[in-house]
């Protein structure tokens, strides 16, 4: 396993080709913004190599007998299942923010299951390719990235129905060693964060999408991937050197131009069994929304802490009404994590021998998450007062002219240090108001629409309707 | 274990004092209304003796080694656990209501921890006689009843403080042979469905309090012991033998008061370790406010079933709008279940080899329930259409005279017979507007703020001010 | 204007064809279950001819000059559609359920602006009899019942594709003196309370249902006309003569069969004029969505005003967490409330010179009381206890045996008779768990889909897209 | 009334002490970042100043008989409580964010009552020294700042008991010309815009804090007034130059720091009595807060046509659960409006002959305000999708390496300019997640608990209490 500091290592020996602002970043890792995430991601290495939490986060691998991090490991029982949520609540409250390497492995889950489904029905050999892949991550200790959703062009038209064919990844030629692929996926949380750019499609296809029923793997730096770091809420601070409020971490989300990349048949996956895209997405979806149960809980619960020093901080920790807010929100956090837990721990094996968590309730907290994290951050402003958003800059406070003014005046409860209080609203605002993860609150592992109308196709509404036909009389 | 038939007939052996609508009943396994509530807890008989369910529904006593039915079980790993939440979901979805059966267990859960770390502390002998007490309702098959809620008086004093002493149930007399109790306690659900009463204390107590400080187990027909079947909304159904919407099953709630009633010492759990009564209390609450994560979600199950019916009945299948708020329904089930489901399998080994289950994701799951209910009604309600309040009697479907006249004007989708649309708008006023259950789904297990507080106080505010102290940056 | 004593003796003169429970019932006046309804009714001619109140209940009448009630005037200025939302605000807190006259007068607000309007397009004279009708319905100070809810058979289909024709009301024969029709209507509250039955159609139609556009007023009792008193949950109380909870009033919802009823063509005030159904409809469901404003606000009020005492009886009335739910209550009100009265100030002059309320506002209102009614319910019994489920009968506490003891062990605060601790609960169970009351909560004045839906098309939806164009800098 | 050009230019004739980012603002009309905040204030002139609109911004002065802009005159009557709503309305959506100008109206309305109240009891002349004043800003059609929130210490402790005296603003000397003040004002929307600061008490005083009552106006670039231009989420956008997404205008809130500033007597409108505090924060905070349901409706409005937007440019027009979050955002907006609304309908006159709304209604507004923003929010970033998270900056898409490309990709549904779907994309993640707005949604006008005890304190309970006695049969 990697410490962190071989992780960045790995990283810096990268060469992606990368855009921010308008530029092109001849070294991402040393920006500080996009260092940022990297840290985030880090964090998943350190823990595997802090003793304390070594045995949660790593496990032997099945495929080569060592020991490996779990953020490489597909699930073989329902502990591994159940370490999945546990690891990444731990590193939500860790990092408070997303950490950036669950999409990754929810990528290595999928097809360590549906390549294997895939090669039952047409004797390909997808899934040893999958294996001597997985094997790679394993050993080299390597973090992936989801490259599942397409830029999508029109909604209302299926892929091959579009105007601009290349709305979804295609190929767009294929030869003895490999194929050319063209296309854009966006939304990379973390993209230069990984060392491997894992495609999924991000729908179900039907006959006339052949071409866009595409699953493979490339390094993030192959040559025609360009990264465009767009832009975000908060996505100066780093940059400027002050007001971070999460003096750690942070995320960024990228577009990835996949612009002619070639992909050589070893890497590839699936390709052209458009049947298959949608037993692809709905295990992803399933696993990435699961992972968010997780995570998010344990971004509750830093949240929930912000939110009760603030109470501390602002004389303010007798309040009843703020005490039910605190509730509302340990309430939530517990809620994703039941849901998200049960999950596994009523998972099943697949055929491949990798275990998969129950959909009806990985989806049932996702839908938790999509509709309260905003409530979540309501409240945390709400407890924390307006300087959330008007806290003057660091700079303001170091002022010589102006900042013993400011911290005269910015003094809370009787024996809180003034710069506790102005690094809590600091970090109070980055929680609340960073639209990275706001945004992926509500569309994370898909949209609301579709969370919804995963839990009720997989439910068993006919055992239902049975139910209450003998309770009314009815044969 | 015992069949139904052998259930029915032991409850009729019983000579209990009932009291309903001003009258004395001298039989009341024969009153209808009474009767259908039997029959739910009757189903718990039932399903244990049905081949398809026997395995889950029944478990080896490691007490005798037989075969018994799970509620008589205290639970000995996770395992027992999860099956106490699964069971209770199928029962709700079975019997459409409260089976009435899981507070007796829940008492036997907690007497089976608690018993145990009195006589840690006092060298007592109260938990050799409850596993007598246990060993005498396993190889019966008893079912017992959870007399928990005092009348408490005027909720602003402690117990010794009441003008009137017997607001909470209290010892008034002490022998060789045992102790005379007065008081009453209310909410007794089912409790001629039971043959065991089992009191637990209502509430922590202090220095002061000692006579309040009582646990023990009298059968349900004692000398002394009043069940008075108060009113709930749909009360005369049953007795008019028409329009009872579920055809099968209901629920009640008698007042049982303790009019000097006499309990012998080996029956006494706990007299006067004051300090023990918030386990008690706490233990209980915990294991009840988990079973009605599992019936509960079995009830949205059967009430799901109901709306998927009404669409089908009323030709409206296809409104999306409807389709919304089905998936609403299940989302609630599934959260309740899900967060009850993981309660279980976090629980952990208590010093006396009971296991005990999560109280903070058994509370989140109650939590949902006291707020989600009333939303599944109204759901429900707004599915069925406005039938729910004024569906003309069977008897009126029945008159020579108007019976043909409104058969024709209930007419509903084509292809469904009107008797089914019928009956179905009865289960569904039974399920929507049935007191019984709307005020268990509210009130059961203590109150909503109770739940809450419980919740706030089992969790670890420490480790979330922690989390948020490192990000912000705050030694 | 009528007094009480009037109103009561000009219903018993009729003699309408009644059946209840499968009988036929002679003299629905005197049965005490009918009669709470009529005494709610009542209340609108109690309070019209009392000095406090006649001011604001009483107007003068534009066509005869004289003073009329309220309830028989058509609003001819901004004041009067103000003075509807206050009068029923103040008749819901004051009978504490449905005073049942509203309905009647959203038919009278509706064919004063409709008929107007046919008449200008057909020439037809349908305004000159229905102000014929108007004025009779205010010399003689009448109650009007509003027949519009269809039984609608298979909801997939139009009126004229459904197998039976008569699904929806029609005209089955034609005359010189006038129309026969055939058909039923639902959920007719208080159609014994009222002396005319006002028909209008139940949504829009099309080409082909032309036998459906139907609009036209008959006596309660006119040959042809059958109420069927179907159930709702505590409809055998009143009957019994215990436990009413509101001891005054109450409320039920026959369904109404037309079987072959003759209407004089002075009494039809539209017939076969298809493409005017949608704005009765709409006018009806505007006006009548806003009644609702009015009345449930004043409901919400007695609830509150419940809830208050029950925490002074329980001794809960410095909880702060009951405190909250009592805002919640409050806020609920005022917002349906501030909401409906809007729509009135808002309101505006229809060709006829009636005044028209704004639909949108009164939509806004009608939403929140469909979903936050239940949420009353529940707020309302979590305040109250678990007694508002099964509360002893009256009977047990006049009982020589038990009556005693019970009323010691119903003892609450410190000062307060248990007679009122006991009267306030049978209350809550009534204002709680009444089903007439629910339902009409939810699917009064149409269903909450189609509150939605009117809401979205008469929103200006094309000046909110300008104002996101000119900021977003697009031409 | 000025033109917006004359209102720049009285704005750059000042020359207030101005912080950001640690350094002095010698020039904030000029700073792009301040100068869209000004635009904003600048709509009040130029809406004021067109034709269409003039009717409606403009009133007849009472003291001078000349048109004046609305934003400098005092309620005279109903239809001038009504005007706040609708102006406020109008401007919310045509400036997409706060306009910044309200605020110093609510202060002018709130003395306009006050001064002459405590007149009455002190015989003080505050109310003459007001009209001057009044006058003064009429004359000019200058724009107010309400510096009303306390910077507060510890919240625990009243003004007199913090250790730091001048948490609260308060007067340090006295003297024959005028008083000199200390202290800090916090959340100053607009302080900048505005040419006066008009200075309210922030909370209610009592015995001992007679140095806090303090109400004043001075210029906003009095000598000792400091304004700190605090951080908002997106504050560096206009500064940039780029990704503004709202093209017009943005929001800022400085903290304002008295650091011993000068106020004539004929500037002090309250000094001393302590008594009134309560009063002046009740009313501004009933105006305020009302005029949020204007503003905040209205800002719903530009949204809703964002969402509406996003659904053509997407190719989602059609997707049924888009629709149903449409709907609910225009429920929102109605019914923030609706009671805000009625609020000023209900209105009435105050002894000084300013109309004061209702204070039970506006509260009602203000906490769906506080509640439902978020949800807001959340609604539109679920309909627009995750590029409000990440979506290129406009330098990349001018950016001549990757600009053509990221356009083929951004492209959305067939017909619509990709230029659009960027611009509209970055209009809405300034509506989302701009924190100046979002903080005042919950906090403007106080926390959102403050509205809660509001609403109660202003409700009749007894009234309640009585209508519940009534039906219960309680004498």
Redesign the interface.
Known sequence: MKTVEQYLESLRKLKPTV??????LEDPVSNPRILAGINATGATYELADNQKYRELFSAISPLTGDRINRFTLTPQCIEDL?KRVKINRLLG????TCHQRCTGLDCLCTLSIVTYDIDRKYETHYYDRFKEFLKYMQVNDLAGNASV?D?K?????SPHEQ??K??YLRVVDRSKKGIIVR??K??QTGSLSAHEVIVLPTRALQKGDEDYALAFAVPSDTKGL?H???????D?REIEGV?C?????SK????I?F?EVFVPWERVFMCGEVEFAAEMVSRFSAFHRQSHGGCKSGKI??????A??MMDY???????????K??EM??TA??I???S???S??GRREPSGTFFIDP??AN??K??E??QM??M??LL??VS????????????F??P??GS??K???????GVPVE?RI??L??V?KM??E??D???D??GGG???AH??T??RE?D?E????????????E
Chains 1, 2, 3, 4 share one sequence.
């Not at 960024?252 to 577009?255: A, G, I, K, Q, V």
Request: aromatic letters at 8%; glycine letters at 10%.
């Open positions: 855009y921010m602002f308008g530029e092109k159940v409250s860790y990092v408070g959703t830029v062009g029109d909604r209302s038209l105007d601009d290349d709305m296309g854009a966006v939304h360009i465009v770091v767009g832009r975000n809420s908060l100066t007001d409020g999460n003096i750690r971490y960024y989300c990228p577009t131009i612009d619960d830093a949240m929930t802490g912000a009760l020093l602002n004389g303010t920790a007798k309040a009843t009404h703020h005490k039910e605190i509730i340990i309430h517990e809620t994590y039941g849901c837990l049960a999950a721990y009523e009806v309730l049932a907290s839908i938790h999509g509709k905003s409530e951050v309501r402003i709400d007062g307006g300087f959330v958003a008007d806290l003057p800059s660091e700079r303001d170091d002022s002219r102006i003014l400011l005269k005046y910015m003094k809370g409860a009787v506790n690094k809590m600091r970090l605002e609340a108001m639209s990275a706001t945004v992926s509500i569309h949209s609301p629409a919804r109308l839990l009720f439910s509404t055992y239902k309707k049975q139910c209450a036909k003998r309770l009314a009389g009815i």
